[in-house]
């Protein structure tokens, strides 16, 4: 216990030298936690929202069914199959259709999606109960971003024209049953909703689809033929690639700073090195090994990092935890780039992300503070009493 008390020690009676390089450290701690929190929270954000309201426990695609080609829409749908279907009966499952049509609100022309969903559906969370029809009218039920693009509002109508499964042209006046607020862009930029029902007979699709959309925590998903299953880690794939990109941009700003606070460690214990020869030679007379020595001056060292998690913890707790529960307010016209954020980004800070940083910051401190006392190794206690250093 004689070394650390003894490293403890001087450490302290470094001062303002010690001070400075334990609240730079304690930075790179917050900073660390703080950034790494703020990603993990962004990313079960988008990922709880989009499950919640979009993606359920999984989505069965039509063989010819992808997002991201437009041109594939007129295509991909067909018959629900059976074994689909008997989930969709247990309401275990809920089916949509969808198809190219366009709106022409207050006489301009606007492409969308038109998606059919059942109105009594309870597989997502989502307000498709709007879409109960009544009086031979067909409702509709769209977006804030929608409605801001489109320039509608409950109670408008407006013309929606498509093309029908025989390939022929049609249209038909909607009107705005319900605007919902989401905070997830992929059920509301550009599209309408509309009850499944309704737009099977419109198109001439009946009993078709072009996904399904399965509920959470279903355990038996059935294979089918001409249908393909899309599981929560595929849905989900986007989410995680931008994730890990916003980590390692962040992380290039908390190790610049851990390279400053490292840089003043090593400067510091070459500076301790070079001014305490004597101390060395001296200790080296009353029977202290070379090793001990060289323990001794890496864990003053490697203490810094133990002060600095010591000072991060006066300040770091009390911001982290404010923050935590005030989020951060996201700029007005970032929900128009396609992510599922919301108002507010909330940080989440794991006992690994905390332990994680801390072991990093300690390893790391450890091999700087080890990487100076070499030097010791070739000390002659003669030289040492003397002054030199070779």
Same mark, same amino acid.
């Given at each position: ?7 403890? *020690? ?6 303002? #030298? ?48 992808? =997002? ?7 295509? %991909? ?5 059976? =074994? ?12 949509? /259709? ?9 006489? *301009? @022309? ?15 969370? &989502? =307000?498709?109960? &709007? ?9 509709? /039920?769209?977006?804030? #971003? ?14 929606? $024209?498509? *093309? ?7 249209? $038909? ?12 862009? %992929? ?5 309408? +909703?509309?009850? @499944?029902?309704?737009? *099977? ?9 072009? /996904? ?16 393909? &299953?899309?599981?929560?880690k595929f849905l989900l794939a986007d989410v995680e690639y931008l994730i ?18 490292? /840089? %003043?460690? &090593? ?7 070079? $001014? ?13 090994? #070379? ?30 935890? +404010? ?7 996201? =700029? ?52 040492? @009493? ?5």
């Open positions: 216990m004689i070394i650390p008390k003894l490293a403890l *020690r001087n450490l302290l009676g470094a001062g303002l #030298r010690t001070w400075l390089n334990v609240v730079v450290l304690s930075l790179s701690f917050v900073l660390i936690i703080w950034l790494q929190g703020l990603y993990i929270g962004m990313g079960d954000q988008i990922k709880e929202a989009q499950i919640d309201v979009d993606y359920g426990g999984g989505q069965y695609w039509h063989e010819s069914y992808d =997002p991201y080609d437009p041109l594939t829409l007129e295509d %991909a749908h067909g018959a629900v199959p059976d =074994p689909i279907q008997n989930k969709i009966d247990k309401g275990e499952a809920t089916p949509i /259709l969808i198809a190219q049509a366009t709106i022409y609100p207050e006489g *301009r @022309l606007q492409v969308i999606l038109l998606k059919g969903i059942d109105p009594a559906q309870t597989v997502v969370n &989502f =307000p498709s109960q &709007f879409l109960v029809q009544e009086n031979g009218e067909i409702p509709a /039920l769209i977006g804030t #971003r929608m409605a801001k693009s489109a320039g509608l509002k409950i109670g408008d109508k407006v013309i929606v $024209r498509w *093309r029908d499964a025989q390939g022929t042209f049609d249209a $038909r006046d909607v009107y705005i049953a319900q605007i919902m607020k989401t905070i997830v862009p %992929a059920v509301d930029q550009s599209q309408i +909703w509309i009850p @499944l029902e309704t737009m *099977r007979e419109l198109m001439g699709m009946q009993n078709e689809a072009s /996904l399904v959309v399965m509920a959470k925590d279903i355990e038996e998903l059935p294979v089918v033929s001409g249908w393909n &299953f899309k599981s929560l890990k990109t916003k980590k390692t941009g962040g992380s290039i700003i908390y190790m610049f700073l851990l390279l400053l606070a490292m /840089l %003043a460690i &090593f400067n510091t214990q070459v500076l301790s090195i070079f $001014r305490r020869k004597k101390e060395m030679g001296s200790m080296m007379a009353m029977g202290f090994t #070379r090793g001990k020595i060289i323990q001794l001056f890496t864990l003053e060292g490697a203490f810094h990092s133990v002060l600095a998690g010591i000072v991060a913890a006066i300040y770091g707790i009390p911001f982290l935890v +404010w923050f935590a529960k005030k989020g951060w307010a996201m =700029p007005e016209g970032y929900d128009d780039f396609g992510i599922a954020l919301g108002e507010k980004l909330f940080p989440i800070y794991t006992a690994g992300l905390v332990f994680g940083t801390v072991m990093l910051i300690l390893i790391v401190t450890t091999i700087v503070s080890f990487l100076p006392t070499r030097k010791i190794a070739k000390l002659k206690p003669t030289d040492a @009493l003397r002054g030199r250093l070779s």
